[in-house]
């Protein structure tokens, strides 16, 4: 993260004159600084800055930051971006380190209107990487949300590529992998449960967010320990002018947040929470689920702080936690009775960031995080009242150095991560009948370095090549269990067992990560990319269910368990046309992955102390198309797209037992091959603001029992081949209105109102499908529906 807003950049880029001595006989000029908001001070990513006379372009970083070298002389140059006035002026070189500022101005005319993109108009052409889409949260706005809130991570379910197993699911599978394979950040902070009631919402507050990046294609060398995609979620910088207060009432939750400086312009703030207290969404579900008790809070601050020219700091701290009661124990995975089961899940983030600008080429940024997410399930019921708990706690700290050259920019530094696992811990009540079990802790340290160099060659040619080492180190205290050679691994076949003291190294794995990624420019407006990207996975998400409950089981890497590796190739072609109003794109991409997990057929993962007897690996693939059409300007904008994406594991063991699916390949539970998203988003008016997205998508699989047998008079499903049928197909239509105060109208309150209808023809989509077994009639198949009606939501939103 870099220094933004006015001062803020005048700081940051004072430090460059420093280095002026001396410098007039370089054969090249240099002229930098960072492009602003003029109303809010506030950086603005991928402007477009262009010298008319050199015919030479570069566009804005994250923060906001260009930097062009030029031969002495004079030029025009402008700096432009969709929503805002262009920008013109005349410069003069030398002198050689020369600071240039931008403010663009918001324009209110609404000529052009945006969908979803804080980069330039032709970015998808220009830049190297593949599979980047970039949402700033202005535009996420205009899409229709349940229940009338903007959420970050249900957006993202509208691009090519990225689905879930259904509604009221945690997490997103992205080109066809599994919710743990995704490094989901904010502001540096991992983040292990991304959804607040089950799946129904993220956990990131929109007012506090300020763009979103999803990276699913060539991942940059200083992402590791996921192998399927990043999501990079930022927080907006606080307001350094004046306090702000924003907020919204709404159905299910409310918001209220706060901004500004702290009595100097050197320390800013920002405040975000957010409530629910009801339980009104449940209640349209049904019946089995609508009696579901439910609430959540999540608080977002962030601090700035601006020493002097060399220096700034911040400080985040995200804490969030959800609380549900079900009437009965139909999502308990633990073998015991009970008429209520209760949920309880909580987030607690904390980072700390400081930024030093040595020159004007080289900045240098340092940063430690801590992260713990718990989780609990428990029952009151007294006979059987018990609290099954566990925790995962990460501590990291990164360094990194970024230089800047005429043709190249380079990036590099070193990253560790201590992880400390507490599986489960089992605490019976008072007169309960249960024994308490706990666990053991498990302990893991992954360590990595890395560089990356993003090289224009040409003006038609740029490679951003990068290579990460990564190393993993599991830890001891732990048991290590040796098994008979010829004999599947299973409890009754432990041969030894033996003890590795505290701090011990149990077992080690690691190596090289090469990332490539090269674009040619066929013409300007039309470019052909490729990549490559190899990455390792040591901390993994373990369950037998089909949608993840927020007391599913981590698992570190170690002996038995081998971490997943992936190799990920992608292909595209990406065309803008009508000057930048239509933007065409088509990828390919084919992933190999190892050591991929499954599970045996009824395995019990939670309370195990020997999850290897119960884990199987193999291999694994994915590969699709992903396309999409978007039209980027005009009051009527939005997209089309379509995606077929497969996945496929293949565990095939020594021994029948270690197979699944008798050795062959079969689909993933999140394999949904064809999918398709319609978004439109027309603004006729200042004021006025309509939006509706249609969305469908192939059911995912399922597994239908072959036969019925009976033991003593008890039915019971006998399963063959896993994942060879499939619940029926997925399909949704949202609306959304949107009424704005009048802009034209020049007072400190803005406000807006926002009607939404989820699910418009009342779809009863299936979440599952499940057969009922009785000794006296033939079994039943059941559809389970989250949302079997329309759902309308009404949302005042305001600001001052």
């Not at 950040?185 to 507050?205: A, K, Q, R, T």
Request: proline share 6%; hydrophobic share 35%; with cysteine.
């Amino acid at each position: 993260m870099a220094c933004t807003g006015k001062k803020a950049v005048n700081l940051l880029l004072g430090v460059c004159l420093s280095i002026q001595a001396g410098a007039q006989s370089m054969p090249s000029q240099v002229i930098s600084g960072y492009v602003n908001e003029k109303e809010t001070g506030k950086p603005v990513p991928g402007t477009t800055i262009f010298i008319q006379e050199r015919r030479q372009g570069v566009t804005t970083d994250r923060e906001g930051f260009y930097s062009v070298t030029l031969p002495a002389g004079t030029y025009t140059l402008s700096a432009s971006h969709i929503g805002y006035l262009r920008f013109q002026q005349k410069i003069t070189l030398p002198p050689n380190l020369f600071l240039n500022n931008i403010s663009l101005s918001q324009d209110t005319q609404l000529l052009e209107e945006v969908t979803v993109r804080t980069e330039a108009p032709d970015q998808q052409v220009k830049q190297v990487a593949l599979g980047v889409t970039q949402l700033p949260i202005r535009n996420l706005v205009k899409m229709p949300a349940l229940l009338g809130e903007v959420d970050v991570v249900r957006s993202l379910l509208m691009l090519p590529g990225v689905t879930t197993v259904g509604e009221g699911a945690t997490g997103i599978n992205v080109r066809g992998g599994s919710i743990d394979q995704n490094l989901v950040l904010l502001d540096d902070m991992p983040i292990y449960n991304s959804s607040h009631l089950m799946g129904f919402f993220s956990v990131f507050n929109p007012d506090a967010v300020r763009d979103v990046t999803l990276q699913k294609g060539s991942l940059p060398a200083r992402y590791g320990g996921r192998t399927a995609a990043v999501l990079d979620v930022r927080t907006k910088e606080p307001d350094a002018e004046k306090l702000r207060i924003s907020g919204g009432v709404g159905v299910v939750s409310n918001r209220l947040g706060i901004e500004g400086p702290a009595g100097t312009r050197k320390v800013t703030f920002l405040a975000d929470a957010r409530l629910a207290v009801n339980s009104f969404l449940f209640r349209l579900a049904p019946f089995n689920i609508r009696d579901t008790k439910a609430r959540f809070y999540d608080v977002t601050t962030k601090v700035k702080y601006l020493p002097d020219e060399r220096n700034t700091f911040y400080a985040s701290l995200y804490a969030s936690n959800d609380k549900l009661l079900f009437s009965s124990d139909s999502l308990l995975s633990v073998d015991v009775a009970a008429t209520r089961t209760g949920f309880d899940y909580q987030t607690t983030n904390g980072s700390l960031k400081w930024l030093f600008a040595v020159n004007k080429r080289l900045t240098i940024s340092l940063t430690g995080v801590l992260s713990r997410y718990r989780s609990a399930t428990s029952v009151p019921d007294s006979g059987n009242a018990f609290r099954l708990q566990a925790e995962l706690l990460s501590k990291t700290g990164k360094a990194e150095l970024i230089y800047q050259a005429r043709h190249h920019r380079v990036s590099a530094g070193l990253q560790a991560t201590y992880y400390s696992l507490l599986p489960n811990t089992l605490t019976p009540g008072p007169v309960s009948n249960l024994n308490p079990v706990r666990l053991a802790s498990e302990q893991g340290l992954e360590a990595a370095v890395f560089a990356e160099d993003e090289i224009n060659i040409s003006s038609t040619m740029a490679v951003v090549a990068g290579i990460r080492y990564s190393q993993f180190l599991y830890l001891g205290p732990a048991e290590i269990r040796t098994y008979l050679p010829d004999k599947p691994r299973r409890p009754e076949y432990i041969q030894e067992r033996h003890v590795i003291g505290d701090g011990g190294i149990v077992s080690q794995n690691g190596g090289p990560e090469p990332r490539l990624a090269f674009r040619w420019s066929l013409k300007p407006d039309r470019s052909l990319k490729f990549s490559y990207t190899k990455s390792r996975q040591y901390l993994q998400l373990v369950t037998n269910t089909t949608a993840a409950l927020p007391t599913s089981r981590w698992k570190l890497s170690d002996k038995y368990i081998k971490p997943q590796l992936s190799d990920q190739v992608s292909g595209g072609y990406f065309h803008n046309a009508g000057e930048n109003t239509w933007e065409i794109s088509a990828e390919l991409y084919y992933r190999w992955n190892h050591n991929a997990i499954d599970y045996r057929d009824g395995a019990k993962l939670l309370l195990n102390n020997t999850p290897e007897t119960e884990l199987l690996q193999g291999r694994g693939r994915a590969y699709g198309l992903e396309v999409m059409v978007k039209k980027s300007k005009g009051f009527l904008t939005g997209w089309a797209s379509y995606a077929y994406t497969r996945t496929e594991l293949l565990i095939n063991g020594p021994l029948p037992i270690d197979q699944v699916n008798n050795g062959a390949w079969y689909p993933a539970n999140y394999d949904k091959p064809h999918a398709v998203n319609l978004l439109g988003i027309y603004r006729p008016s200042r004021t006025f603001t309509c939006s509706a997205n249609f969305t469908y998508s192939t059911g995912r699989p399922m597994t239908v029992p072959y036969a019925k047998g009976q033991l003593y008079g008890v039915p019971f499903p006998i399963y063959l081949d896993r994942n060879q049928q499939r619940i029926p197909d997925y399909h949704r239509l949202d609306v959304s209105f949107t009424w704005e105060k009048n802009p034209a109208k020049k007072t400190n309150w803005w406000y807006s109102w926002n009607f939404a209808l989820y699910n418009v023809y009342a779809r009863k989509n299936a979440f599952s499908v499940f057969y009922k077994f009785n000794s006296y009639a033939e079994s039943t198949a059941n559809k389970l529906s989250i949302f079997g009606s329309v759902i309308p939501s009404l949302t005042y939103n305001f600001k001052l």
